[in-house]
């Protein structure tokens, strides 16, 4: 898993943290020295004693890291800017093994913005996996919801998990294809 690329972490605290791929969560403690793999969309995947985990971007702090902002929409926002920043947090969401987020990887189906009670907004998603037995599916279906429920207005995310149709490499974006080779 080290690669040049790679940057030592020693971890500053103790922190919770989700096994890649098996999904199970941990708590390194603090001390736990290491290895940042990957660090895309506010989250980080790091190597520790021969294992993979998720480390999640409000625990940044837990490996010398700064947290994502906090998002923000004007006061005037429409239902089109909610979804904008709906498919610009979809764009954060990456598989802990693929440096490629999930808009980009073909994953996501649909997304629809609508009112809620009050002055409150849903979000539904339909997504897919690369595969259907992929054991980071709930740990993707967990991140994509508790992004999307970080958008002001947003009180609810419901994010479904479907196989028809299939993932396909021809639902990946262009820049996926060239970058994986998967023409």
Known sequence: MYSRNSEPVRFERDCTAIMVPQGESVTLPAGSVGYITQGLGGSYTVFVEGNLFRIAGNDADAIGKEPPEP???????????????????????????????IVDLGLVYEAHVHKAAGDGREVDI??????????????????????????????????????????????????????????
């Not at 929409?73 to 764009?91: F, I, N, S, Y």
């Not at 429920?149 to 479904?160: C, G, H, S």
Request: aromatic share 6%; hydrophobic share 40%; charged share 25%.
């Open 71 to 101: 998002l923000r929409l004007p006061d005037d926002a429409g239902d089109g800017d909610v979804e904008t920043l709906v498919w610009q947090q979809l764009r954060t969401c990456f598989d802990p093994e693929i440096p490629f987020n």
């Open 126 to 183: 339909k997504m897919t996996l690369t595969a259907p037995g992929c054991g980071m599916g709930d740990i993707l279906v967990d991140d994509v919801r508790s992004k999307l429920e970080q958008i002001p207005t947003v009180t609810r995310a419901n994010v479904e998990l479907v196989f028809d149709p299939p993932w396909g490499q021809h639902l990946m974006s262009e820049a996926a294809r060239l970058e994986t080779g998967m023409w």
